[in-house]
């Protein structure tokens, strides 16, 4: 691992700005010093560097593992799309056109036609459906791809967030019927929520989209749904859309069925991305730096020994040796370490430098250790230390680090639930939201009336910046009972369910 | 697997064009009926199908794991760059310039400034290179990425070998001393080479490009080179460059040595295509369709039951049965195994299926291997076939595919072989290169040397279709004995090397 390698023994580290103060600086900075991103020099892209790829790695060993147990195969399609397959779904190009970057040269000549690059696949790929699929034997259709994606967005742009390229997959499978479809959409988006909850330790809630925030050109729009509770913002974490038949009439995907009729296929798309990494980094952070979870982590444990200038030659090697015989010993049992044995930096800027990095684990072996047999354990989610002996250690280090995964996202848990409010009028909603707090509201299911949340509930923040209004994170699965003729906080009319509300990114 | 899904039961299934005959003709519909590929409507642009993205994910997995153990990290560069770093080390943009392709629009807006999409990542990456290395602690820098690039040629495309868009992964490492580099570049060629023998069983030569075929900006680049007899072309098969200090004096990436010295790193810099599966298909493919190595093919072995109309019920489940037994037994022996059950097929046109796409190893289980406790296994690569009984099927199938594999790249080097022939006479040479061959020529080592062989080796074939001239594959690692004084057979002056020579893609 790169790193360090400054002149001085006692360089700053850290970081200035503090997560409970100015948060969009902390992120920003949090971000490089932690050495996850580096700015780029076009607006809006950003180098992923190995400590932040290396989490990218492990979300699609899973993912990549779990899809391809559903029948799901990888396929790659191309970068470029032509114009006329880009509009051929009339909502979805609406959804999208601002947003489409095109090349119109190469080299020094213009192209005859100009070539827009995928800021989605499904008008890339449905054509070939169309090719592929002909009989009922040949559904479901189901194929996946890791690529990058370009949308050219003139909002702010931040590091993982939100950037004009990135990371993801896309499936984009279709089904002789409905019925089939809605089981896959709920199955990827158990599995995202798996990837947040299980590897990144951030509670989703997983809901439908409403009509005004589903995906341009899909029948329904599943999401999961993480809070960042220090601004107060819903971030949408992932989505699994049933296109229904939208598609497949527009690029004619039909298949003969058993009784030889012709018959339109029922699709879905599904697509997740690196801003997962970044909702990660928002939640568990701290002013120290980023808290990665164990699962996820490029190094799960880090071994310090603490040699200082009063140790004898023997006393030094001893240290050395032992502190090799513990990381062999981790190593075999299963454990990402890696040792820091710089001789330029004090033991105290290296645990600066690991926990601004967020390793969950430091082992500490000083020279009392030594005598004793034992190191000290250092959380960086608790800062809690522990001595433990060292023919323990094989034992004691993976159930800790089993257990700092599930106490990160217990806390983030009780810190989310603790910002989702119940309202049931207007005033109630907009105190809620006063509170930097998710609203849990009960609505008739109206565009017109999320259009009119939207714009009544912008508002100014204590430094008098405009906070732009509220929309639905989504309408989450698990309803809380609703008992016939609960009034629409916001129109009166009898609510249909229970919407989740927020600010959001 | 999709699959089949014609409507009558004995569809015309297979390649009408011959490798023999018409190869360029073969190998577009080779491609294409295996479902490796489909071709797209933006021209030089190709769909990677499961079947043929499944190979590259095995090359994936072997050379990620292989890199990683000698200490290189995944990192994800923009696909942009500006038009300045593009432009900051000359002799390489140049090299570039007129294949790069430029995005000037955002939905109806133009952009500021041109953007290019990357051809390789030199230029991306280096700006950062300067910024992350400033001592000799943060060498090596050792990094990769698996990405698309685009390269917007005008010559003839063709699937795998030349498209605008590919798949690669490229390497970009960083190092205090030409030493360290050097080691680097050979240990880079040599797993490239074991990706083109160990999984695709293409044979190669290893050697260093000419300094006319060195890629743009390096100090020397070395090069795996495949060799295809039906076409008498040498194709570059995967290249590992030492950049030298070129890089580092343009873009300032300098470092202090622990004598507190300031100077310029060492780079390297390598990337493997996709390119390499059409290379596999070329060399191993046959008038039935592709023929794909064991150990890269997402099916290695296909169990057809031959049921019969004349068969009762008790007959068929029993072979049914016996059928799923086989496969659970060759999945449980690490086999990637699949049943070929439809009904809708005779085994005839199964065999043709399956034999078309390539799959090593078919399992037949007809009424008499019922009788008999037997199976009959059929080799895709030699068409080979023996019996076998069930209770050997664990042992005997993995070591077949062994086999099979061994075989394939036994053959592929002694065809290689003889297509390889030594000249040292203008004459000798020209004759080689009209019989289809590459040739071992000494060879003084001048560029204008290399420009005559070229132009004057231009001819035309029985067909009267020009061939392009001939130019250096490489100068191979190991050299034949070059007594003092041999001359150049172009130039007459003393010969430096022998360098082969051929046609080339």
């Known amino acids: 691992m790169a790193g360090g390698g400054k002149k001085q023994k006692e360089t700053k580290l850290g970081l200035t700005a503090k997560k409970d103060?100015?948060?969009?600086?902390?992120?920003?900075?949090?971000?490089?010093?932690?050495?996850?991103?580096?700015?780029?020099?076009?607006?809006?892209?950003?180098?992923?560097?190995?400590?932040?790829?290396?989490?990218?790695?492990?979300?699609?060993?899973?993912?990549?593992g779990e899809i391809k147990k559903l029948?799901?195969?990888?396929?790659?399609?191309?970068?470029?799309?032509?114009?006329?397959?880009?509009?051929?779904?009339?909502?979805?190009?609406?959804?999208?056109?601002?947003?489409?970057?095109?090349?119109t040269k190469s080299g020094q000549s213009d192209l005859d036609?100009?070539?827009?690059?995928?800021?989605t696949s499904e008008t890339v790929m449905y054509p070939y459906y169309k090719q592929w699929v002909r009989s009922h034997r040949d559904l479901p259709l189901r194929l996946n791809q890791w690529t990058n994606v370009v949308r050219w967005e003139f909002k702010h742009p931040t590091p993982f967030i939100r950037s004009r390229e990135f990371l993801w997959q896309e499936g984009h499978t279709a089904f002789a019927t409905k019925e089939e479809a809605d089981v896959e959409v709920k199955q990827i988006i158990d599995l995202y929520a798996a990837i947040y909850e299980q590897l990144l330790a951030v509670p989703v809630a997983r809901g439908y989209k409403s009509s005004k925030e589903k995906f341009a050109g899909a029948l329904y729009t599943t999401t999961v749904e993480a809070f960042v509770p220090h601004t107060g913002r819903g971030i949408q974490g992932g989505t699994s859309h049933c296109l229904g038949q939208n598609f497949s009439k527009m690029f004619g995907i039909e298949f003969e069925t058993e009784e030889k009729e012709r018959q339109h296929v029922w699709q879905n798309s599904w697509g997740?991305?690196?801003?997962?990494?970044?909702?990660?980094?928002?939640?568990?952070?701290?002013?120290?730096?980023?808290?990665?979870?164990?699962?996820?982590?490029?190094?799960?444990v880090v071994v310090i020994p603490i040699l200082n200038s009063k140790m004898d030659e023997e006393a030094k090697r001893a240290m050395s040796q032992r502190?090799?015989?513990?990381?062999?010993?981790?190593?075999?049992?299963?454990?990402?370490?890696?040792?820091?044995?710089?001789d330029n930096y004090t033991p105290g800027w290296k645990y600066n430098f690991w926990e601004l990095?967020?390793?969950?684990?430091?082992?500490?072996?000083?020279?009392?250790?030594?005598?004793?047999?034992?190191?000290?354990?250092?959380?960086?989610?608790?800062?809690?230390?522990?001595?433990?002996?060292?023919?323990?250690?094989?034992?004691?280090?993976?159930?800790?680090?089993e257990t700092v995964q599930r106490e990160m996202l217990e806390r983030a848990r009780a810190t989310r639930d603790a910002s989702v409010e119940t309202a049931?009028?207007?005033?109630?909603?907009?105190?809620?939201?006063?509170?930097?707090?998710?609203?849990?509201?009960?609505?008739?299911?109206?565009?017109?009336?999320?259009?009119?949340?939207?714009?009544?509930s912008v508002a100014r923040d204590a430094d008098g910046k405009e906070l732009m209004g509220a929309k639905t994170l989504c309408i989450p699965f698990e309803q809380p009972e609703l008992p016939e003729g609960t009034p629409c906080f916001i129109t009166g009319k009898p609510a249909k369910n229970w919407a989740l509300w927020g600010r959001s990114y």
């Open 113 to 119: 036609r100009p070539i827009a690059i995928r800021p």
């Open 357 to 401: 990095r967020g390793v969950p684990l430091r082992v500490e072996l000083g020279p009392r250790d030594m005598e004793a047999g034992t190191v000290m354990l250092a959380r960086r989610d608790t800062g809690a230390k522990e001595s433990a002996p060292w023919e323990a250690l094989a034992e004691r280090v993976p159930a800790l680090l």
């Open 21 to 64: 103060g100015d948060f969009s600086e902390w992120y920003s900075q949090v971000v490089v010093e932690s050495e996850m991103i580096s700015y780029y020099d076009v607006s809006g892209c950003y180098i992923l560097r190995p400590w932040s790829f290396a989490i990218w790695d492990e979300i699609q060993r899973f993912f990549d």
């Open 272 to 300: 997740f991305t690196t801003r997962s990494i970044g909702v990660m980094v928002m939640l568990h952070g701290d002013d120290k730096g980023v808290v990665i979870p164990p699962r996820v982590c490029q190094v799960q």
């Open 71 to 103: 029948g799901v195969q990888n396929a790659y399609f191309p970068l470029f799309i032509t114009e006329e397959a880009l509009t051929t779904e009339k909502d979805h190009v609406e959804g999208f056109a601002p947003e489409v970057a095109w090349v």
């Open 323 to 342: 502190a090799d015989a513990i990381e062999d010993a981790l190593k075999a049992a299963g454990v990402r370490v890696t040792g820091d044995r710089r």
């Open 424 to 456: 049931r009028t207007w005033d109630e909603f907009m105190a809620a939201l006063g509170r930097k707090h998710a609203v849990l509201a009960p609505w008739c299911d109206e565009e017109s009336a999320e259009d009119e949340v939207k714009t009544r």
